[in-house]
C-alpha cells in the first residue's frame, strides 16, 4: 500500500509562486514513476506534469517553463514549483505514483490564483 500526501497549496496573486509537496509512504521506491493532475472547476482533470523512473521530467504545455518537478529522496518527497502562476492555473493539485502497475492518488490540495 501507498499513501500520498499533499501539502503547500494557498492563494497567490498572478505572477507569485507556490511550492507543492507530495510526501510518499509505503510501499514506495525513490525511482517510481509520480507526477501531479490538476482539475479546475466544471473542467477535466489534466495532467500537469511528471517524472518518470529515469528521471525525466515532462510537463503539459501550458506550464512548459513555469513549473519544475522534481524528487527530494531523502524526504520520500515529489515537488511541484509553480512561477508566473496565473488565474488559470487555479485548480486543485493532485499527486499520483504508479508502484508495481498500480495507481495511487493523493487527496489533492487547492491552489487559487486571483488578484
Known amino acids: 500500500q501507498v499513501q500520498l500526501v499533499e501539502s503547500g497549496g494557498g492563494s497567490v496573486q498572478p505572477g507569485g509562486s507556490l511550492r507543492l509537496s507530495c510526501e510518499a509512504s509505503g510501499r514506495i521506491f525513490i525511482n517510481d514513476p509520480m507526477g501531479w493532475y490538476r482539475q479546475a472547476p466544471g473542467k477535466q482533470r489534466e495532467l500537469v506534469g511528471g517524472i518518470t523512473s529515469n528521471n525525466y521530467t515532462y510537463y503539459t504545455d501550458s506550464v512548459k517553463d513555469r513549473f519544475t518537478i522534481s524528487r527530494d529522496n531523502a524526504k520520500n518527497t515529489l515537488v511541484l514549483q509553480m512561477d508566473s502562476l496565473k488565474p488559470e492555473d487555479t485548480a486543485v493539485y493532485t499527486c499520483?505514483?504508479?508502484?508495481?502497475?498500480?495507481?495511487?492518488w493523493g487527496r489533492g490540495t487547492q491552489v487559487t490564483v486571483s488578484s
Open positions: 499520483y505514483a504508479k508502484v508495481l502497475g498500480h495507481e495511487y
